[in-house]
């Protein structure tokens, strides 16, 4: 593996699979440790013992270790293809109503919609993702729809689907992002019916898709905008900016941190799983239900944090 | 140069002489554009339309274009160099003492502090570069010689010195910098009496170099950690933690605007001059003294935006 | 009238109608100034011209001038009743649900509700007044129908009633008061549905009635508890703290200002209203639809500033 | 005392000295409760059992109970004088520099300062006060002695004096307090040196007094404005206003909740000592060094609360 002194051990001489192998040892320690989500009840019962991890090659290999066909709820990585899609069909409307700017901390969310009157800060806070479903709503008539459709198309299984349970959990837990959304209406960046813009939200979110398959969803992001099928969905300039905002703003509150150790475009979400994008390489998912107190999986972060040492893929 | 569409433009294949002039005819227009900092009175003076951009390769070559030999005041830019020599000798007792995340907005410089009493954020932004400061005097008895040593040695000219004009009118003017010390004082979080900090801090932000000493200065990043002579300043993760921490809160408020459009590591200062990374090939300095309402130099923005967009190295 | 120099002028020297019209003159020309609430279109209608005072003592006598007779949207004064009919039934449970203290400013609403987890700051502020309601709506099942009888009782006139068009104005621009009630939701501090509480909330802002049943409806807090028919609503203590209360926060951002120069405990509204208490003597309600920047009657602070001058009836 | 359901006792029934007793006794078992104020060790000396009570009457007569001749640091009750003086002497140029609304809470005390660019929100706050002494030492050339002549003079003893020890000891913990002030002195609101500045105001904070003496030099805002001498420091709408400032702001965060208990203007020091004014009939000060979360004295709110509610005599 890399030599902390030295230069990174070329990725070409490594096994793929042994180094999945490798770093699936190393982090077993912290699977279990943390808190596994339990804002809904749905998610409540996963059990803290699993840990999955695949890789894809822009290339089209895939390699994968421990749980990484099980399937778990995607919750805010959703938020990444959401982001897409609209970039894909109208990014300047876009940029109008979220910005592009780090969240500081979890304590400035509330503060920082007003300050800014409604307009949140990034489009991976909630506040942004669900600017982001409005609008990818009224683009396509049903926003969670579009979401679904191409994460099956992406993962190339259509039997991804949306897990009605927690979906409806997470309907009626979904306060704070009722009073999120209905400040937003009241500055007027909220165009559908605040209940419809929740409900898409709240249904992309509740998205079940395997590492495999997410990872696999992931690719267009490290091909530089183009789709499994060879079409192009976004332009070069569009993944670097994706990938950008996973950079600065894809870990939540420790966005920061997580650029410091692993390094990588990536995003979290509180199911436990991380998705990371090495541009032009390959794409990643990680899957651990137990939290940090940032709501990142410990032993996710763990298992990036080696991949980059190990393989200098970072992007610094 | 690039296809927005298509891939990236070989770099192989461009004459870098050739790219620095397309890219100054580019920018051209923008130069003169912005607000010279005028907060005090010795950074006025600067004449708006200059413009020096300065490319400097692992491999050791140097290209430059316009003023790029013209010295301008480094400002926040010399908060780089002051936490590498922080991080290479006691880079645990620093992290107790400065977080790693993003500040959100400059709205949020004071409430931060207190709500987190007395830690700053992340190391640029001036409480945080102002505990890397004490940090490194008490480390090694005068921080901003360490400083000012080390940039002569890595631009291999010792003619480089403090601008003694700049740092008088700087803690003439230091009553903003003065309140941070000693509210972080105040949480014991400035070990050195606060005016002996402050001085320090107001002297290395005054160290005047030039496009192609900056470039040069800051090679080291590219190099994964090793200074101009061979030896190792920084581990390999070091380095790549000063690159995250220069793409997560670089450029003041407008990090992850800067990281949508450009894409690489870099550092801004009001002096109107950026430094940018490309790891593991070249290390880039641009200084134009108009500033955008955020502090960052308009033309230098421009122009980087371009470098990326036109050779594909941006990291995403 | 009084001499700043010197002592006031006894009040029970003065015909309180002469000193109604003198008031009324010369606060003729502030009518019509400032900016008449035009957040819903029910309210926007009112003419800016109108004026009307009028003074209730606690030995009964009532004493008007200009349209005080002409009925307006009570909009935030009536906070002041739905506090007092739950003070005066569960007085315990409130306190741990809603503090007592000044909110400091507009811009805290939101951070404030964040950083201490759901207790709104005071019971005038919507946050606080939204919690009051979902309060009386659990004590009484029928939070609006309470306030308004207690209202039509206090005024002795049971044509007082809700404006059925200004309330669904409300709910139908109530974006803000949702988001609140929400997130207060969220924290578990509405106990009732967030659409049934905010119902109550908007019905009971949306009572009409005129300066002299407003005044005479407020009257139990200058008698110390005792209501139009000598029963007691609160004990000594319960109007002393509803009084203290309304010193400190019942003019929204300008609470401190409307101390400073009025210095009675008073709560306005956003219909242009606003109702003083002279503990011990007289209750007051002034009525003009000019709003100052805070949201308060324009020609209605002028008003009680001449008031307590004039009379040396300041509590201070 | 006073029937909580029913009129409160006339106090011309009642005997001062007994009823200063009965209060002594009834708060026993407060004193000694609480935490000493231990930011410099000159204050944490001080014994937690001492309670002392004055009373002073507009009419001359003073009544007092315990350790009321005892000496102790006036502090932030200090604060009450700076503003007299400086309002006696240019109330214009004080509006223009330091606002009249309470300051929400700690929390808030330099977002509040960032948010409204300088200027303090009262002038009770520390930001404030230092404001305040400023122009007091414009304007007489010497804050610290001005306040301290009129404080001999109002209490008629002069061995009052500054307790040299406590002020250089504030001095030296003075950090967060130099933070204020280089703060507001970047945005131009403090026009002397900032040493000067905070050099006067550790200083007035620093006069040792007993509370017989603070009771009676703070009789001249129960006349209304004159001082004992029979001539006027404040016209009544000054003495009005300090009143009404002392109400909403007087008691650190607490000031809601002082109001809703006591209902008195009055001011607290972390000494351990508040000051209160019944207007138009006597001045009170109580004394007990253990503090509650608030900074305010513990016994000491407990003995002003029974003084209300047994007299009748709250504003409310």
Chains 1, 2, 3, 4 share one sequence.
């Not at 090659?57 to 982001?83: M, N």
């Not at 700017?101 to 503060?111: D, K, T, W």
Request: charged share 20%; glycine share 10%; hydrophobic share 45%.
């Amino acid at each position: 593996m890399a030599d902390e002194e030295g230069a990174a051990v070329s990725v070409d001489d490594l096994a793929y699979d042994a180094l999945l192998e490798w770093i699936a040892d190393e982090v077993a320690p912290y699977v279990g440790e943390g808190r596994v989500a339990d804002y809904i009840p749905a998610l409540a019962q996963v059990s803290p013992d699993r840990f999955g991890l695949a890789l894809a090659t822009v290339d089209g290999r895939l390699y994968g270790v421990g749980d990484y066909r099980e399937r778990f709820s995607l919750q805010s990585i959703s938020k990444v293809y959401s982001l897409a899609l609209v970039m894909a069909r109208d990014d300047g409307r876009l940029r109008g109503r979220v910005g592009v700017e780090p969240s500081g901390n979890a304590f400035n969310s509330l503060i920082q919609l007003e300050y800014e009157r409604g307009i949140p800060r990034n489009p991976f806070i909630n506040a942004g993702a669900l600017v982001v479903t409005d609008l990818l709503h009224t683009l396509t008539g049903d926003a969670a729809g579009a979401v679904l459709d191409f994460l099956r198309s992406e993962a190339d299984d259509h039997t991804v689907t949306i897990d009605g349970a927690v979906a409806a959990s997470e309907a009626e837990h979904g306060d704070l992002n009722l009073a999120l959304a209905h400040f937003m209406a009241a500055y007027g960046n909220i165009e559908n019916p605040v209940d419809v813009a929740a409900d898409h939200y709240f249904r992309h979110c509740s998205i079940a898709m395997s590492c495999a398959e997410t990872a696999l969803a992931t690719l267009f992001l490290a091909r530089h905008g183009v789709r499994a099928d060879g079409s192009r969905l976004l332009p070069v300039l569009g993944a670097k900016r994706v990938n950008a905002l996973m950079m600065t703003c894809g870990a939540y509150d420790a966005a920061g941190e997580f650029a410091f150790r692993v390094g990588l475009p990536a995003k979290s979400g509180v199911g436990g799983g991380i998705v990371a994008v090495v541009p032009g390489r390959a794409a990643l998912c990680v899957w651990s239900p137990g939290l940090d107190q940032h709501g990142n999986s410990v032993a996710g972060v763990e298992a990036l944090d080696r991949f980059t040492t190990a393989t200098g893929w970072s992007v610094f």
